[in-house]
T-cell receptor, first 112, second 112 residues
Framework: NAGVTQTPKFQVLKTGQSMTLQCAQD?????MSWYRQDPGMGLRLIHY???????DQGEVPNGYNVSRSTTEDFPLRLLSAAPSQTSVYFC???????????FGEGSRLTVL | DAKTTQPPSMDCAEGRAANLPCNHS???????VYWYRQIHSQGPQYIIH???NNETNEMASLIITEDRKSSTLILPHATLRDTAVYYC?????????????FGKGTSLLVTP
């Protein structure tokens, strides 16, 4: 099993550009989520999904869109990037038992 | 979810036990205590969780007080690779759709 895979690992954008951060998991987990982590801060929830076709907002959803067309994939879209979105983004998935979240290795985004 | 309070930093000598405290005085009866850690800039890693009873796995032990208002994560024989930020989180059980409130955690430095 690869676990949770995020791509790209690094990305530099200009203000106003759009992009999609990809997240895929091969554990058949229903629950997936996106967090962002700014320097010296803990992780903050952006969006989450409890199953295919179902998404909901987290603590800091503005500027981000998500969709969940399959169990495996949960992409995060930045429609018009802003410097305030410079951060490290983590995707996570969770199965139905134990309450253990599996995190990807992160995607480091810089918006100039 | 209940809030948690952790010391910002701790030191531990290699080979000794590392005892990381966490206060969660407003914890509800259906909330679990979870511990994660984040090594350098990697994705957080699940360590252990519990509800009422003490728990032990291959990584650590979790001691929860009888009134459940505080807990201690014990790394029995700390190694240099245990240097990380440790997060104590309380939440309703798994797959609930609730975010994990990571806070700022405790930065543990294991020294030779």
């Amino acid at each position: 099993n690869a676990g949770v895979t995020q791509t790209p690992k690094f990305q530099v954008l200009k203000t106003g550009q759009s992009m999609t951060l990809q997240c895929a998991q091969d554990m058949n987990h229903e629950y997936m989520s996106w967090y962002r982590q700014d320097p010296g801060m803990g992780l903050r929830l952006i969006h989450y999904s409890v199953g295919a076709g179902i998404t909901d907002q987290g603590e800091v959803p503005n500027g981000y869109n998500v969709s969940r067309s399959t169990t495996e994939d949960f992409p995060l879209r930045l429609l018009s990037a802003a410097p305030s979105q410079t951060s490290v983004y983590f995707c996570a998935s969770e199965g139905t038992s134990a309450g253990e979240l599996f995190f990807g290795e992160g995607s480091r985004l810089t918006v100039l | 979810d209940a809030k948690t309070t952790q010391p910002p930093s701790m030191d531990c000598a290699e080979g000794r036990a590392a005892n990381l405290p966490c206060n969660h005085s407003t914890i509800s009866g259906n909330e679990y205590v979870y511990w994660y850690r984040q090594i350098h800039s990697q994705g957080p890693q699940y360590i252990i969780h519990g509800l009422k009873n003490n728990e032990t796995n291959e990584m650590a032990s979790l001691i929860i007080t009888e009134d459940r208002k505080s807990s201690t994560l014990i790394l029995p024989h700390a190694t240099l690779r245990d240097t990380a930020v440790y997060y104590c989180i309380v939440r309703v059980g798994s797959n609930s759709g609730y975010a994990l409130n990571f806070g700022k955690g405790t930065s543990l430095l294991v020294t030779p």
